[in-house]
C-alpha cells in the first residue's frame, strides 16, 4: 500500500510528461489535459496520504533498494512521507494542478504546446522527488531535476536570444548554489556516515562533541548557499527576475510558489541541524532581512509587470528566510504557503493581462483593465491585499508572525523587515493602479483587443483568490493548527513555548496593518490623486535610476565576475593552450618521425623478413638454452 | 617386439632430425621460390615429426605419435591453403618468385 502510494504519486508525473513528450504531436491539445490529469492524480494521491499520516499519525517510508551500498556506508532509494512533506506535496500538486488548467488555455496556439505540458510534469516530478527523498541525496535529485526544468522553461522561447541568456544565467547561478549544498551534504556525510533525515536525527539526539559542532557550522553555511541559490537570495538572486522571460504560468508555480521554496524546505527539513549552528541561524536572518529590504525597494520602480511581482516574490523569500533565522520554522512554512497561494494568483492575474494586452509587460501601456476584466480585477485585489497584509487575508497572518518573531529576537532587522513590508504594499498597489484604474494608456488596436480571459484561466484565480482569502485559517494566532500539525518534524517548535498574546503583540498588530495601510495610502496619492504615469526610460534620474537599473547589481557581478573569468578564459585559451598544444602535438611529431623510420624496416622483401625470423628465433634459443 | 632403438641409437635420429632442420631453414633462407620454400617447411615440419616418434618409442610413450598424426593433418591443411594462394598468386601477376612479391609494403 505504502509502496503503491508513492509509486502512483511519483510515476503519474513522470509518465504524463514521456507521453506529451514522446505523442505531443499526435495529441494535439489532448496533452494539456492528460498533464493537467497526472497532476490532480498526484493531488488526489497527497490528499489520500495525508489522511493516512493523520489518522496513523506515524510517516509513510518506502525504501525501493540499496542505491549506494559501501562498507559503512548506505544510501537507500527511499521515501519519505512525514507531515512536512505532506505539506508541500499538498500545495505543490494543488497549486501544480490549478496552473496546467491555465496553461491549456494560455499556451493554445504555441507551436510546442505539447512540449511546455511535458516540461511541466517533469518539473512536478522532480519536486516530488525533492520533498519526498528520505535522504539529502534524493533530495539533491530534485533539487537538479527542478533546476534543469527551471533552465528549461525560462528558455522555452528559445527563438528570443534574451531568453536563453536567462536561463544560462539561472541555471549557472544555481549551480553556484549546488555546489554549496554538495559541500553540505558531503560534510554530513563525512561526520554521520549517512544523510538519511531520520539517522541524522538520532545521532544529533544523542549529543554531540566539540568536534561535529564545528564541522555543522560549516555544513550548513555550505547548505545554506545552496538554499539562497535556488530561493534567490542575495547573492544569488539575480536570477530569479530575469527568470521572467518564461512564460507565465512557469512564473507562477516555479519561481513564486514553488520551486523556490525548496531552499526553505531543506532548511526545515534539517532544522534539528541548524539549531546547533547559532551563528549560520544569524547570517541567514541578516541575509532575509537585507534581502527582503533590497529586492523591495527595487520593485518600488520597477514598470514591467512581472518584473515587480519577481522582486516581491525575492523580497517574500528574504522575510521566510529571516524567519528561518530566528529558527521559527513553522512561521517560514505558513509563509511559504500564503505566499504559494497569493503570489501563485497574482502571477496568473498578470498572465491574464498580458494575454488581454496581445503580449504587453510594461505598465506605463496599461491602465483602466477594471472596466474590460472584472474577474481578474477582482482576484488581482483580493491577493494584492493579501500580500500588503491587510487582515484577515492570508498574508497578514504569515506576515505578521513573521514580524512577530523578529521584534522579539532583534530590533534592527524587525525595523528593515517591516520597512520592507510597507514598500510591498505600496509597489503592489502602485502595480493595481498603474494596471486597472484610470484610462487605457495602450494603442487602440489593443482597447479592441482586451477580454477577459476563458474559464480555463479564471476559474484557477478564482480558486487561488478564495485561498488567498481564507489562506490564513491554518495558523491562527494563538490557536495554531500548522504549529500543532509540524510539531512532529520540528523538534524546537513553537507549539512547545507558544507566544502570549500580550499588549505588544497587539500593538505590533496593530503597526503592521498601519504601515500597510502608509503604503496604499502613498500609492493611492500619487497614482490616483495625482495621476502619476512612470516616466519613459529616458527620462528617469537621480535615485530613481539607480532603483530602476536593480542598483547597478548585474553590471557590478558583470565587471567584477564575468569578465574576469572571460579574461582568464581568453589568457588560457591563447597562451596557456599553446604551450599545451604544443607538448601534445610534439609528442605526436615524435611518434611520427620514429614510426617513418620504422616503416622502413618494413619493406616488403620476403627474404628479409624471414632472415630476421630465423636471427631472431636463433637469438631467442641461443638466450635461453646457451647465455643461461 | 624388436626395439628399433637398440640397432640404431637415439642420438643418431636427434643428428638426421638437426640435419634436416637446418636443411629446411636454409632452403627457405636462400631460394625464392615459393614452392621450394614451402617444400622446406615441410622438411622442418618432418625434422620435428621424426624426433617427436624417437622420443615416443625411447620413452614407450605412445602420445608422441599421436602428436606427429596431429601435426600432420595440419601440414595438410596448411599445404592445401598456401597452394591455393600461390596459385592465385600466379594467376595476379604470372610469377611465384617471392621477390616480386612486394606490393604490401608500408
Redesign the interface.
Known amino acids: 500500500m505504502d509502496t503503491n502510494i508513492i509509486l502512483l504519486l511519483l510515476l503519474i508525473p513522470l509518465l504524463g510528461s514521456l507521453a506529451t513528450l514522446f505523442f505531443g504531436k499526435k495529441l494535439g491539445n489532448a496533452s494539456g489535459v492528460i498533464a493537467t490529469l497526472a497532476v490532480f492524480i498526484s493531488f488526489v494521491v497527497s490528499v489520500i496520504s495525508f489522511f493516512q499520516v493523520q489518522s496513523t499519525g506515524t510517516p509513510i517510508q518506502v525504501d525501493l533498494f540499496n542505491w549506494i551500498a559501501l562498507e559503512n556506508f548506505n544510501i537507500s532509494f527511499g521515501f519519505l512521507l512525514d507531515q512536512l512533506s505532506i505539506l508541500w506535496l499538498l500545495f505543490v500538486t494543488g497549486i501544480g494542478t490549478l496552473i496546467h488548467l491555465y496553461s491549456t488555455s494560455y499556451m493554445k496556439g504555441d507551436e510546442n504546446y505539447a512540449k511546455f505540458f511535458s516540461y511541466l510534469n517533469l518539473f512536478i516530478f522532480f519536486m516530488i522527488v525533492l520533498v519526498t527523498g528520505s535522504n539529502l541525496l534524493m533530495m539533491f535529485i530534485g533539487w537538479e531535476g527542478v533546476g534543469l526544468c527551471s533552465y528549461l522553461l525560462i528558455g522555452f522561447w528559445h527563438k528570443n536570444q534574451s531568453y536563453n541568456d536567462a536561463a544560462k544565467k539561472a541555471f549557472i547561478m544555481n549551480r553556484i548554489g549546488d555546489l554549496g549544498f554538495l559541500i553540505g551534504v558531503f560534510i554530513l556525510a563525512f561526520l554521520f556516515q549517512t544523510l538519511d533525515y531520520m539517522t541524522i536525527k538520532e545521532a544529533l539526539m544523542q549529543g554531540t562533541n566539540h568536534q561535529i559542532n564545528m564541522w555543522l557550522g560549516w555544513a550548513t553555511l555550505a547548505l545554506f548557499i545552496g538554499a539562497a541559490g535556488k530561493s534567490a537570495q542575495i547573492p544569488l538572486y539575480t536570477w530569479l527576475p530575469d527568470a521572467m522571460a518564461g512564460p507565465t504560468p512557469v512564473s507562477a508555480l516555479i519561481h513564486a510558489a514553488t520551486m523556490v521554496t525548496a531552499g526553505i524546505f531543506m532548511i526545515t527539513r534539517l532544522n534539528f541541524v541548524f539549531d546547533l549552528t547559532p551563528w549560520v541561524q544569524d547570517i541567514i536572518a541578516v541575509v532575509g532581512a537585507l534581502t527582503a529590504l533590497f529586492a523591495a525597494t527595487i520593485g518600488l520602480v520597477q514598470n514591467d509587470i512581472k518584473k515587480v511581482l519577481a522582486y516581491s516574490t525575492v523580497s517574500q523569500l528574504g522575510l521566510m528566510f529571516m524567519a528561518l533565522g530566528f529558527g521559527a520554522y513553522e512561521i517560514a512554512v505558513f509563509h511559504v504557503i500564503t505566499h504559494a497561494f497569493f503570489k501563485a494568483c497574482l502571477f496568473l492575474g498578470s498572465g491574464s493581462i498580458i494575454h488581454a494586452m496581445g503580449g504587453e509587460q510594461d505598465m506605463r501601456k496599461m491602465g483602466g483593465l477594471r472596466k474590460f476584466m472584472s474577474v481578474t480585477y477582482i482576484t488581482f485585489l483580493l491577493a494584492t491585499l493579501a500580500i500588503s497584509g491587510i487582515p484577515p487575508l492570508a498574508g497578514f497572518f504569515s506576515k505578521d508572525e513573521i514580524l512577530m518573531v523578529a521584534f522579539h529576537e532583534n530590533k534592527i532587522l524587525w525595523f528593515l523587515a517591516a520597512i520592507a513590508s510597507v514598500m510591498t504594499a505600496f509597489y503592489m498597489f502602485r502595480l493595481l493602479y498603474l494596471t486597472f484604474f484610470k484610462d487605457f494608456r495602450g494603442t487602440q488596436e489593443q482597447k479592441n483587443h482586451l477580454h477577459e480571459s476563458p474559464s480555463a484561466m479564471t476559474i484557477p484565480l478564482i480558486v487561488l483568490a478564495i485561498l488567498s482569502v481564507i489562506g490564513g485559517a491554518i495558523s491562527l494566532p494563538g490557536a495554531s493548527w500548522l504549529n500543532n500539525y509540524l510539531q512532529p518534524i520540528i523538534v524546537n517548535n513553537a507549539a512547545s513555548n507558544p507566544h502570549i498574546l500580550g499588549t505588544s503583540e497587539y500593538i505590533l498588530m496593530a503597526l503592521a496593518i498601519l504601515g500597510a495601510l502608509i503604503g496604499i495610502g502613498l500609492a493611492y496619492s500619487k497614482y490616483i490623486k495625482k495621476n502619476t504615469v512612470p516616466p519613459i526610460d529616458s527620462e528617469i534620474s537621480g535615485f530613481h535610476k539607480v532603483l530602476y537599473n536593480k542598483y547597478y547589481v548585474d553590471e557590478i557581478y558583470m565587471k567584477l565576475i564575468v569578465k574576469p573569468i572571460y579574461a582568464l578564459g581568453t589568457f588560457f585559451r591563447d597562451y596557456v593552450e599553446l604551450v599545451l598544444s604544443e607538448i601534445v602535438f610534439g609528442l605526436g611529431k615524435i611518434a611520427d618521425t620514429l614510426s617513418l623510420q620504422g616503416k622502413k624496416a618494413q619493406n616488403g622483401n620476403i627474404g628479409l623478413y624471414l632472415f630476421a625470423f630465423v636471427f631472431g628465433i636463433c637469438f631467442l634459443l641461443y638466450y635461453l638454452f646457451i647465455a643461461r | 617386439m624388436v626395439n628399433v632403438l637398440e640397432i640404431i641409437g637415439i642420438d643418431s635420429y636427434i643428428y638426421l632430425s638437426v640435419i634436416l632442420f637446418c636443411i629446411g631453414?636454409f632452403g627457405?633462407?636462400y631460394r625464392?621460390n615459393a614452392i621450394i620454400m614451402f617444400m622446406c617447411i615441410e622438411i622442418m615440419l618432418n625434422s620435428a615429426n621424426m624426433l617427436l616418434v624417437a622420443f615416443s618409442t625411447y620413452h614407450q610413450d605412445a602420445s608422441g605419435q599421436v602428436f606427429v598424426f596431429f601435426t600432420m593433418a595440419v601440414a595438410a591443411a596448411e599445404v592445401a591453403v598456401g597452394l591455393a594462394i600461390l596459385v592465385a598468386i600466379f594467376r595476379n601477376i604470372g610469377s611465384i618468385d617471392?621477390?616480386n612479391?612486394?606490393?604490401?609494403?608500408?
Open positions: 631453414v627457405i633462407l625464392r617471392i621477390d612479391l612486394k606490393n604490401l609494403k608500408g
